[in-house]
Nanobody, 115 residues
Framework: QVHLVESGGGLVQPGGSLRLSCAAS????????MGWYRQAPGKQRELVAR???????VYADSVKGRFTISRDNAKNTVYLQMNSLKHEDTAVYYC?????????WGQGTQVTVSS
């Protein structure tokens, strides 16, 4: 079992920045990949970025060059640095972890980009 807790969401103006954090606990030694997804109202959940245990990273085209995923193994935490935020980045952001074929999700954190 893996427990994920996201934090760092909030309201930001267009062009601003936020950093999301996802703290993992439980069977963290079994985590092979962690990622961030988002879901806007009326839309499907989509991949934002993910990082493997070998530090291979994948980004959605819509966030390349603006968002950076990273992790701190000592703190069992994955981060999503979001810069140059746009209105269309408004969504609930979810952290997930892949653990021996099972996927775990956090509760989500709201990001609202508005002037």
């Amino acid at each position: 079992q893996v427990h994920l807790v996201e934090s760092g969401g909030g309201l930001v103006q267009p062009g601003g920045s936020l950093r999301l954090s996802c703290a993992a606990s439980g069977s963290i030694f079994s985590i092979s990949r962690m990622g961030w997804y988002r879901q806007a109202p009326g839309k499907q959940r989509e991949l934002v970025a993910r990082i493997t245990s070998g530090d291979n990273m994948v980004y959605a085209d819509s966030v390349k060059g603006r968002f950076t995923i990273s992790r701190d193994n000592a703190k069992n935490t994955v981060y999503l640095q979001m810069n140059s935020l746009k209105h269309e980045d408004t969504a609930v952001y979810y952290c997930n972890a892949l653990v021996v074929g099972e996927i775990y999700w956090g509760q989500g954190t709201q990001v609202t980009v508005s002037s």
